[in-house]
């Protein structure tokens, strides 16, 4: 006689199980079949498997962690590019990344996006080929160089610049835009040529060789359409849906675009991650991103490792470096600061301030010869003193 | 009771503080006042460096502060009077940040009061919390020197100039140290508060020195050369500088002498201080030796790897360890070592004497210095450490009694710590127990080799002796091999077959081998399971039985073991037939018999063995070793009495083969110079977002990976699992398939950064290309094997790509050493809590459930439900049955 589904729940209710494990329990005992009786037996060989299988207070869960993701290390490979998924943009992976993550470093070296466009009708943009295409251009960064050849006409003291109809159309730009984004960021005469189609003559506000030229500099750093940064804009088809993949990143930016799927965009810039959508986004991005670093390089660390490893750099609400200038440096402890990095300075700041060192953590005890207080050594016995059992023994030796 | 240690005392902390002048004197043995050491009979001289005030380093001296021997007195400070004040150079920033945010009148904080009040509300506010102030205190030193008249007297305040090493210009002017303390003096006490510093502890004014400490001598022994000259101290040398300009300095100045000589002496004062604590400050030379050396002085001696926290505190040295060589003996069990002879003799093991054991420890006393379970030492009740000689053993076996402690000679069965360097997981340290063996190495079980990442190429390892009762209690439970044959990175097996038992196995239980009685029994006969041989498989033509290597490695396997699963050798089928699997590569085992399948690296490899894995944890730690230690043993017979070699030979593949790989590898350079030409034509159409150089490189690229991979397949379609290399490379035992194409067929292209090799000469790789070709073997493709052997532009192209390789390795190492340093700093003092909470020392919440579910990833079955599916259709076929 198997039981209903809603019986299921009602004796599930109360395990205090983690959410993942309710569901696979779950699933089997339904697929299978039980009975009742079956059920109250498979509920209370989990409930024990589960208690078998947690972690032991008091044990050193932080080092561990450090050694799981440390200890790999050694087998990553150097190399900083390699093509990852999308063949045209270069990703840093391996051990470079993997430090990158740790070091919470405001701009990774390789920034990229994902950007997943919404798919909400059949003819959405993520289904729509040349709605994706026009969403391309208007991402990517376009600069003069995409679409014009510039000239230099010293002899008149001006830029020529010929701009080719073909790329215009393609990027869908028009000679007035260039016109006037010339117009807004050098704040110099610009004039569309009369005599030639598609010619933009720019003259420096002052007729100097030297402000003639570095106009010829500047007008390159132009960003005439796009976002700022964003390099190259790729797209690919995956399964049924487009996606547009980035060089560089600028996720605030693009989530404003229209036809771009909020829930499933992403980048690889945590600290971008963590301005824009939060700590708690900044925290499983740094997750995500540590965990594709190693499976990429065919090491399986444990979730949990990593996890652990996010949540202190994030738990006190902002993203910290594992190091000299984040968890490190903010130890309470002196001696432990001391033992890191920069010994010297941390002794004598502590002496001016009068800091108090409680030798609590793992490095002060070590230094001052003590046993830590962690795994074994937090475990204390204290004997009961029971008079009568103490007069019977002396008793007895007596 | 006398020899049991006291209950050992807890610092439950240490304050920091700066020291007043007043304390440095209340401290100080004696005041230094001459710059000589030693008298002309090498007696140390009264009021001079080495004076025994401070303590005593040459031995038969006595100390006059606490009438100890050298070794007994710790050392006592002594003190300079410093005739002129100078600043000490490790503040001289706050100094220079408390000058601009003082007032240079009246000294108070240019602070108005309810910014004061401010400021100091914040930090109690930030102490209460436990986050570090630093960001608060620069916030209050930025708004008082930005204040130009101050608030309480008026006093206009003027541009203070810092300048290097240690002055201080204000508008202009130079500030003597002894008007900076004056300045510092007039700071009150609440005003100090404001700033993070501590005014019971550290007044300002006290980082202006007027007294210098002196350290003990023990601080800074002198040594005696050989040819019985003494040689002194960095920091005695550095002292005799300062003492000797500071009485300059005195002279000059009784005598009256002229403003500007009594500037440079005072600089000179300043100089030598400076050095005396910090010998690298910049925008000053450093402090130097007769012999050019810089001297190494208080920072120094402090600083990075080796200085004192790094080196001294934090690593320490120890007694009772050993170090030497190890090789293999897959005798052993895993939870053994091998312990040389003359290691054994010198390590020992404390031993009470009780009535149960005085007896045998008598015998290791008389057999000391003979026979190889002896005696070292004896200790009294009152400490007092005997030796044991050939001449008073005899003595010293009668003389025990009961509470007398004996150090007995390391013996078999003694729990040791064993460690190999890099330490970079807690499996590089591991308990075994001890097995003494003859000869001069470390024995280990090869199954072992995996957590150490050890081999036997000359790598040497650690053992440490334990030496109480409560560290080999914790060792046994905690350390031991076998419970920690289950990795907490990612919660497999790290120990299990390598090499050898991987291919001795694969051997046995491939398809259906026909052995006879005696070789059954030969291979099972260093295993430890029962000598009793199922019902045969099948009988021979005389009706002998014959069992099949499946049945022998079954006899390993416990009672109530099921399985199915993939091995390695698997080809990975479009539909996998599971237990119909032709290629008999579908492992099924069945109530602990092995029905079907090959034992590879899949099964009990290192890393990845299912079998090993389940064992441990559904039948516990101790019949996994069992089970390792078993399966070795088994392993290395089977391999034996098989035999497996590899050879030159082994290598060979038919005429045809390299015909058809000479095909492939000329259409593949046909393909290129293709390309090439179509490169030069600007026919070429780019790749989207690539430059047409890249394109034609990555093109290049592509081809004559195809190439290489397609001639990889020629030569392995030529080679079938009768080729021990074959074997090896599928059972996952070493190598790989790639490895023995190289040999066999093509080596392939050398890259260096992941692209072709390009750089050399200008324009060409090697003088013998022409400038500009791109070909496929003018920038590193190597067509030929390394059996054929490589040609010579080859072999140096190959040497390139080698050479990167080497690099590489060099640089990483040193990379995810700093990287695991900074990960274990930061992460060491995290606790699982009994909440099953994560939390560091302070109790400040990391994780409100350990990896959200509270699981260990030691057990969490590689992070896979199994588990709850085990549970549920255990009980479900029981029912049933």
């Given at each position: 006689m198997a039981i209903g589904e809603s019986t299921i729940e009602t004796m599930t209710r109360?395990?205090?199980?983690p959410a993942n494990i309710m569901k696979t329990l779950k699933e089997e005992v339904l697929r299978a079949g039980v009975n009742k009786k079956q059920m109250e037996e498979i509920i209370e060989q989990v409930l024990l498997e589960y208690e078998m299988a947690c972690i032991e207070p008091c044990d050193a869960v932080g080092v561990v962690a450090a050694q799981s993701i440390g200890e790999p290390g050694t087998q990553?490979?150097?190399?900083?590019f390699h093509y990852a998924g999308v063949a045209e943009i270069n990703v840093t992976l391996g051990l470079p990344r993997l430090v990158e993550i740790v070091d919470a470093r405001?701009?990774?070296s390789t920034p990229m996006m994902t950007i997943a466009l919404s798919k909400?009708?059949?003819?959405d943009y993520a289904y729509d080929r040349e709605k994706t295409r026009i969403l391309a251009w208007e991402i990517e960064a376009t600069k003069i160089d995409h679409i014009a050849d510039v000239t230099t006409d010293l002899s008149q003291m001006k830029l020529i610049i010929d701009l080719h109809e073909k790329a215009m159309y393609g990027r869908n730009i028009t000679i007035e835009q260039v016109k006037e984004k010339f117009n807004d960021e050098l704040n110099v005469m610009v004039a569309i040529s009369?005599?030639?189609?598609n010619q933009v003559i720019i003259t420096p506000n002052e007729a100097s060789y030297r402000e003639l030229l570095q106009l010829a500099k500047s007008?390159?750093?132009?960003?005439?359409?796009?976002?700022?940064?964003?390099k190259r804009v790729v797209v690919r088809k995956e399964g049924e849906e487009y996606t547009l993949y980035t060089e560089g990143s600028a996720l605030r930016e693009v989530l404003?675009?229209?036809?771009?799927d909020r829930t499933r965009t992403t980048t690889n810039n945590i600290n971008e991650i963590y301005e824009v959508l939060g700590i708690e986004a900044a925290r499983n991005s740094i997750i995500k991103e540590a965990t594709d670093t190693l499976r990429e390089q065919g090491l399986t660390v444990d979730i949990r490792h990593i996890m652990l490893v996010a949540d202190l750099m994030t738990c006190d609400g902002e993203v910290k470096q594992i190091g000299r200038h984040g968890i490190s440096g903010e130890k309470s402890s002196v001696f432990a600061r001391a033992a890191f990095e920069v010994t010297v300075n941390h002794l004598l700041d502590a002496g001016m301030r009068g800091d108090v060192d409680l030798l609590q953590g793992v490095t002060e005890n070590i230094i001052v010869g003590q046993p830590i207080?962690?795994?074994?050594?937090?475990v204390h016995l204290v004997a009961k003193k029971r008079p009568n059992v103490l007069a019977a023994k002396d008793d007895c030796e007596l | 009771m006398a020899n049991v240690p006291p209950i050992p005392k807890r610092i439950s902390a240490i304050k920091f503080g700066l020291m007043s002048p007043k304390e440095i004197r209340k401290m100080s043995a004696t005041s230094i006042?001459?710059?000589?050491?030693?008298d002309d009979d090498g007696f140390p001289i009264d009021m001079?460096?080495?004076?025994?005030k401070l303590g005593v380093?040459?031995?038969g001296l006595r100390c006059k502060?606490?009438?100890?021997r050298a070794g007994e007195c710790p050392g006592h400070f002594g003190h300079i009077n410093l005739v002129a004040p100078v600043i000490h150079v490790g503040f001289n920033k706050i100094i220079r940040k408390l000058l601009r945010a003082s007032?240079?009148?009246?000294?108070?904080?240019?602070?108005d009061v309810p910014q004061k009040a401010h400021f100091l509300s914040q930090l109690t506010a930030i102490e209460e919390i436990g986050h570090r102030p630093d960001d608060v205190i620069n916030e209050a030193y930025k708004e008082a020197s930005?204040?130009?008249?101050?608030?309480?007297?008026?006093e206009e305040q003027l541009d203070i100039k810092f300048e290097k090493p240690t002055e201080y210009l204000e508008d202009g002017e130079k500030l003597t140290p002894t008007e900076i303390r004056g300045r510092f003096e007039g700071i009150p006490d609440e005003d100090i508060k404001v700033i993070g510093m501590d005014p019971n502890n550290a007044?300002?004014?006290?980082?202006?020195?007027t007294v210098l400490p002196v350290p003990p001598v023990t601080v800074r022994p002198s040594i005696t050369l050989e040819s019985g000259q003494r040689s002194e101290d960095d920091l005695t040398h550095k002292l005799v500088d300062i003492i000797r300009i500071n009485y300059r300095f005195q002279e000059n100045r009784e005598a009256g002498a002229p403003q500007l000589i009594i500037e440079d002496l005072w600089e000179l004062l300043q100089y030598h201080v400076t050095t005396f604590f910090?010998?690298?400050?910049?925008?000053i030379p450093p402090a130097r030796h007769r012999s050019g050396r810089p001297l190494k002085t208080l920072s120094q001696r402090l600083?990075?790897?080796?200085?004192?926290?790094?080196?001294s505190l934090s690593g320490k040295r120890v007694n009772f360890s050993a170090r030497t060589v190890i090789s293999p003996d897959?005798?052993?069990?895993?939870?053994e070592v091998g312990v040389p002879i003359p290691i054994a003799r010198i390590l020992t093991v404390p031993v009470n004497v009780t009535p149960r054991n005085i007896e045998q420890l008598r015998v290791f006393i008389r057999n000391s210095?003979?026979?190889?379970?002896?005696?070292n030492y004896v200790f009294r009740p009152d400490g007092r450490r005997i030796k044991v000689t050939e001449s008073n053993k005899e003595d010293l076996a009668e003389k025990i009694e009961y509470n007398w402690m004996v150090e007995r000679q390391l013996n078999d069965g003694d729990t040791v710590l064993f460690n190999r360097q890099?330490?970079?997981?807690?499996?590089?340290i591991m308990a075994h127990s001890v097995k003494v063996l003859p000869d001069k190495t470390f024995r280990l079980n090869p199954a072992v080799c995996p957590p150490y990442n050890?081999?036997?190429?000359g790598d040497e390892m650690n053992m440490h002796a334990l030496q109480t009762e409560e560290s080999r209690a914790e060792a046994r439970i905690l350390m031991q091999v076998q419970e920690n044959?289950?990795?907490?990175?990612?919660?497999?097996?790290?120990?299990g077959g390598i090499h050898d038992h991987i291919s001795g196995l694969f051997i046995l239980t491939r398809f259906e081998k026909k052995i006879s009685k005696p070789n059954a029994y030969d291979l099972l006969?260093?295993?430890?399971?029962?000598r009793v041989l199922p019902e045969p498989a099948s009988f021979g033509e005389n009706g002998e039985p014959y069992w099949t290597g499946k049945q022998i490695f079954s006899q390993l396997l416990p009672k109530g073991l099921n399985m199915g699963f993939s091995a390695?050798?698997?080809?990975?089928?479009?539909t996998c037939k599971k237990e119909e699997c032709p290629y008999d590569s579908y492992v099924v085992i069945e109530d602990g018999e092995l029905i079907k399948g090959t034992i590879d690296e899949a099964s009990?490899?290192?890393?990845?063995?299912k079998i090993l894995e389940r064992i441990i944890k559904q039948f516990g730690a101790s019949q996994g070793a069992r089970f390792v230690d078993n399966f070795t043993r088994l392993a290395i017979r089977a391999v034996m009495r098989s035999g497996l070699s590899f050879g030159i030979a082994d290598e060979d593949i038919p005429k045809e083969a390299s015909i058809q790989i000479n095909e492939v590898l000329g259409k593949a350079e046909d393909d290129v110079q293709k390309l090439i030409q179509s490169f030069i034509n600007k026919e070429l159409e780019p790749l989207p977002g690539r430059t047409l150089d890249e394109t034609i490189e990555m093109s290049i690229m592509q081809k004559l990976g195809k190439a290489r991979d397609e001639t990889g397949n020629i030569a392995d379609s030529h080679m079938?699992?009768?080729?021990p290399a074959v074997i090896m490379a599928r059972s996952g035992a070493r190598g790989s398939i790639l490895n023995l194409t190289q040999m066999a067929a093509c080596v392939g292209q050398q890259a260096v950064r992941g692209e072709r090799i390009q750089r050399g000469y200008a324009g060409r790789t090697l003088p013998h290309f022409a400038k500009g070709d791109l070909g496929s073997d003018a920038h590193g493709?190597?067509?030929?094997s390394y059996k054929s052997g490589l040609n010579p532009t080859e072999y140096f192209f190959h040497a390139i790509g080698g050479r990167e390789g080497l690099v590489d390795t060099a640089v990483r190492t040193s990379q995810s050493g700093y990287l695991q340093r900074r990960l274990v700093n930061a992460l060491q003092d995290l606790e699982a809590q009994y909440d099953l909470t994560v939390r560091d020392t302070r109790g400040?919440?990391?994780?409100?459930k350990f990896g959200e579910d509270g699981i260990n990833p030691t057990k969490?079955?590689?992070?896979?439900?199994d588990a709850i599916r085990r549970i549920v259709s255990d009980v479900v076929n029981r029912e049933v049955e």
């Open positions: 109360d395990m205090p199980l990553m490979t150097m190399r900083t405001k701009i990774p909400e009708g059949p003819d009369p005599d030639i189609d007008i390159h750093d132009v960003t005439l359409k796009g976002i700022e940064g964003i404003q675009f229209e036809g771009v207080r962690m795994g074994t050594g937090d | 006042d001459t710059a000589d050491t030693y001079g460096l080495m004076d025994t380093i040459d031995p502060t606490c009438h100890g007032c240079r009148k009246c000294s108070r904080l240019l602070l930005k204040v130009k008249v101050c608030p309480y007297c008026g007044r300002p004014e006290w980082m202006i020195l910090d010998n690298s400050v910049s925008g600083k990075g790897k080796e200085g004192r926290f790094r080196g897959p005798n052993l069990s895993i939870n210095g003979v026979v190889h379970p002896g005696a890099p330490s970079l997981h807690k499996m590089s050890a081999d036997f190429d044959i289950l990795s907490p990175r990612f919660g497999g097996p790290i120990i006969r260093k295993t430890d399971v029962e390695q050798v698997c080809s990975h089928c479009e009990i490899g290192a890393f990845k063995g079938g699992l009768e080729n493709f190597v067509k030929a400040v919440v990391v994780q409100f969490s079955d590689f992070s896979k439900p």
